[in-house]
């Protein structure tokens, strides 16, 4: 089955008004540019994005944020983003905030088909509230739920054309979990190969969780740069 796209363009045809995405990255690092983009450019609204973080002013989740094409943020960390500073605080966008082991356990949880879990983090603060707790071990603990959401938008450095996918060192992140917690995962590459191409041994996430793929036309990649120390 080939599951390729011919654009990024095409993949977000598929996003109605009122979607919950899944975007995976973490910071800048392994985001994907072109879905993002090309969703921004398409007006779809009423979004319920589910990120690591909130991207910057003007690149990543940040454009979106911008458009006024965010209904709800969760989150773990929505730092270095004036605009949605600015939302959050007039109320103007809902946000729910996760600890970050938190936030990748749910995700994972929501892939798995796991019910909950029970965490002792955040017990006893804000974000704990309104939750069920029990004493484990003689620790108190809060019972989370799993996250899933209507569409997945993951970045990977290869993929193949039957969407079996490999990433690029840290630029994985949130990626993999991400993928097997959606209903449609989406995937835009960097490069794309022939079926076979990518050792079997290097696929992280296997093409069954993945519904299209599409080959990225441009990236900018603010921030993943190889950094070598000096002798």
Do not use: W
């Amino acid at each position: 089955m080939n599951k390729v796209l011919a654009s990024a363009k095409a993949a977000v045809a598929l996003i109605p008004d009122g979607a919950s995405i899944m975007m995976g990255g973490f910071g800048l690092c392994g985001i994907p540019e072109n879905l993002i983009g090309a969703l921004h450019a398409c007006g779809t609204t009423d979004l319920v994005v589910i990120s690591n973080n909130a991207g910057v002013d003007d690149f990543g989740i940040g454009i979106l944020l911008r458009a006024r094409q965010v209904r709800k943020m969760i989150a773990t960390y929505v730092g270095e983003n004036k605009e949605f500073e600015r939302q959050f605080l007039s109320g103007e966008i809902e946000v729910e905030l996760v600890p970050q082991g938190t936030f990748a356990e749910r995700i994972r949880a929501g892939g798995a088909g796991i019910g909950g879990f029970f965490t002792p983090t955040a017990y006893g603060t804000l974000a704990a509230e309104g939750k069920e707790t029990r004493i484990i071990d003689g620790k108190p603990h809060v019972f989370e739920t799993p996250l899933h959401a209507d569409f997945a938008f993951v970045r990977a450095l290869r993929g193949d054309s039957k969407g079996n996918l490999a990433y690029d060192r840290t630029a994985r992140n949130f990626n993999p979990v991400m993928a097997t917690a959606a209903s449609t995962t989406i995937a835009e590459v960097d490069e794309l190969v022939e079926p076979g191409a990518i050792n079997p041994d290097h696929v992280i996430t296997p093409g069954i969780y993945v519904r299209h793929i599409v080959k990225g036309e441009r990236y900018e990649n603010r921030i993943q740069k190889r950094t070598i120390r000096q002798n």
